[in-house]
C-alpha cells in the first residue's frame, strides 16, 4: 500500500501500542487475574462480572460475519466472473486446502504412534460425554444442507457453508444480468461492504478488553477445577504436548515453508502482520469471530486483493482447517491407545480421510471440533465414551487449534494472490 503522509492525529495514533501487544498484554492480564480470583473467591461468583465483556466482544464479531461473508463472496465472484478467473481460483483454493489439511492430519498420526500418549493412560479419568454422545452428524445429511432450502433459515442460523453456496451462486449470476443491473447490484454490495468493514475495524479496537474478559474466565473456570489439573499431570498431559507439538510443526514448519516456497514472502513477517487475528482466533477459539480481523489484515497489511481476499478466507473458515484434523487424528488414536485397541495400517488411514471430513465439516466455533469426534471415532468402531478422555483438556486443545485453523487460511490467502500475480506488501 502506498505510505500516506501523516495528519498529527494520525502520528500520534500510531505512537500508541500495536494492537497485537495490546491484545497479548490481555491474554497475560487475563491468566494472572483468573488465576488470582479463583484463589480467593469461587469462579462462579465472579465470572459473571468480567464474562460480560468477552461475551459482548464475541456477539459483535459474530454479528458482522453474515453480511461480511455473504457481502464479500458475492463481490469477490462477482470480479472473478468479469475476468473468467472463478474456477481457476476455485480450483486453487480447494486444492490448497485440502493438501495442507491432509498433510496437518497425517504429522499428528505420526506423533501420536511415535509418542503413544494414550498407552497406561488412566481411564477412571474419563468424564461421562452424555451429550456429545447424541450429537452425531450424516455426511450425506452435511453435504445436502449446504445447498439452502430456505436462505434466511441459513442466514438465521449462521448456516455458512450454505450461505457461502448461495453468495458464490449469486455473484455467479450478478454477471448474467443486464448492465444496469449489475452495476446497481455491484455498488450495493460494495457500500454494504464499506460499512461492515468500518464497523469491524471498529470492534476490533474492543479485543484486548474482549480477549482479557474471555481469558480470566476460561482460566477461572480451569483453575478452580482440580480434577482437570491432576488429569493434565499425567498421560493427558502428554497427549495435550503432542497435540501442541504437532500444531507447532504444521504452523511453524510446515506452513511458513509453503508461504516461503509458494507466495515467495518472508513467513515471519506474514505471520507478525497476521498477528492480530491469530491471537483473536487464539483467544477466542472460533476461526469465525477471528474472519472479519482475517480480512482486513490480509488486505490491509499483506496486500492480498479483495476478490481474492473475500473469496479464499471465508471459504477458507469454514472449510479449511488444518489445526482440527490434526486433533481428531491424534485424539482417535489417542482414545485407540487408551482402550488397548489395535489399529491396523488401513483403519489409521482411514482416521486420517475421516478427520480430513470431518475438520472440512466443522463450524468455526468453540468446541465444534470435539463434537465431530464422533464421526471420526464412528467410522473405525472406537468407544464414545473415549471422548469423556480428553474433555478436562478440550479449552487447552480448541485454543492452539482454533489459531493454526486460522493461520492455515490466511497462509492459502497470500499463497493464491500471489499465484495470480498481485503484489504482496509482506
Ligand atoms: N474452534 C475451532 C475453530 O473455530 C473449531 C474446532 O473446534 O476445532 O476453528
Known amino acids: 500500500m502506498a505510505e500516506e503522509t501523516s495528519t498529527p492525529v494520525e502520528k500520534k495514533a500510531k505512537r500508541k501500542l500495536p494492537l497485537h501487544w495490546q491484545i497479548l498484554i490481555g491474554i497475560a492480564l487475563g491468566i494472572i487475574v483468573g488465576i488470582f480470583l479463583t484463589k480467593f473467591v469461587p469462579h462462579d461468583k465472579w465470572s459473571p462480572y468480567i464474562k460480560w465483556a468477552g461475551d459482548m466482544f464475541l456477539n459483535a464479531l459474530r454479528m458482522i460475519v453474515i453480511p461480511l ?49 494414550g498407552v497406561g493412560a488412566d481411564l477412571r479419568l474419563s468424564e461421562s460425554v452424555t451429550e456429545l454422545a447424541g450429537a452425531k452428524v450424516s455426511f450425506i445429511g452435511q453435504i445436502v444442507g449446504i445447498v439452502p432450502s430456505n436462505i434466511f433459515q441459513a442466514l438465521t442460523t449462521g448456516n455458512l457453508l450454505s450461505i457461502i453456496f448461495f453468495a458464490i451462486f449469486f455473484g455467479f449470476f450478478i454477471n448474467k444480468v443486464n448492465e444496469k443491473y449489475q452495476t446497481t447490484i455491484k455498488d450495493l454490495l ?26 480470566a474466565n ?54 507478525s502482520k497476521m498477528s492480530t487475528s491469530i491471537l483473536t482466533a487464539f483467544s477466542t477459539c472460533s476461526s469465525t469471530a477471528a474472519l472479519p480481523i482475517n480480512i482486513r489484515d490480509s488486505q490491509e497489511k499483506c496486500g492480498v486483493s479483495s476478490k481474492i ?90 485454543m492452539p487449534r482454533t489459531m493454526i485453523n486460522s493461520y492455515g487460511d490466511s497462509c492459502g490467502a497470500v499463497i493464491i494472490a500471489k499465484s495470480e500475480g498481485e503484489k504482496l506488501t509482506i
Request: charge should be neutral; include cysteine; charged fraction near 10%.
Open 69 to 117: 461473508v455473504f457481502c464479500s463472496i458475492a463481490l469477490g465472484v462477482a470480479g472473478m466472473g468479469e475476468s473468467n478467473s472463478l474456477g481457476r481460483i476455485a480450483g486453487k483454493t480447494f486444492a490448497f486446502y485440502i493438501f495442507t489439511t491432509l498433510i496437518a492430519a497425517a504429522i499428528g498420526l505420526t506423533m501420536v504412534n511415535l509418542v503413544k500418549p
Open 190 to 215: 460494495e457500500s454494504i461492504n464499506e460499512v461492515i468493514m468500518k464497523m469491524t475495524f471498529f470492534i476490533i479496537k474492543l479485543a484486548p478488553y474482549g480477549v482479557f474478559a474471555i481469558v
Open 218 to 271: 476460561v482460566v477461572g473456570k480451569q483453575a478452580g477445577d482440580t480434577k482437570a489439573l491432576l488429569s493434565i499431570a499425567g498421560s493427558l498431559g502428554i497427549f495435550v504436548l503432542v497435540v501442541w507439538g504437532g500444531l507447532i510443526l504444521q504452523g511453524g514448519v510446515v506452513l511458513p515453508l509453503l508461504v516461503r516456497i509458494l507466495a515467495k514472502v518472508n513467513p515471519w513477517r506474514h505471520i
Open 309 to 398: 481476499a473475500s473469496f479464499t478466507l471465508p471459504l477458507g473458515c469454514t472449510i479449511n482447517m488444518n489445526g482440527t484434523a490434526l486433533y481428531e487424528c491424534v485424539t482417535a488414536i489417542f482414545i485407540a491407545q487408551a482402550y488397548g485397541i489395535d489399529l491396523t495400517l488401513m483403519q489409521q488411514i482411514i482416521i486420517v480421510f475421516t478427520s480430513l471430513l470431518a475438520a472440512i465439516g466443522t463450524a468455526g466455533i468453540p468446541m465444534a471440533g470435539m463434537v465431530m469426534l464422533t464421526i471420526v471415532l464412528n467410522v473405525v468402531g472406537l468407544p464414545l465414551e473415549g471422548i469423556g478422555l480428553v474433555l478436562a483438556v478440550e479449552q487447552l486443545c480448541d
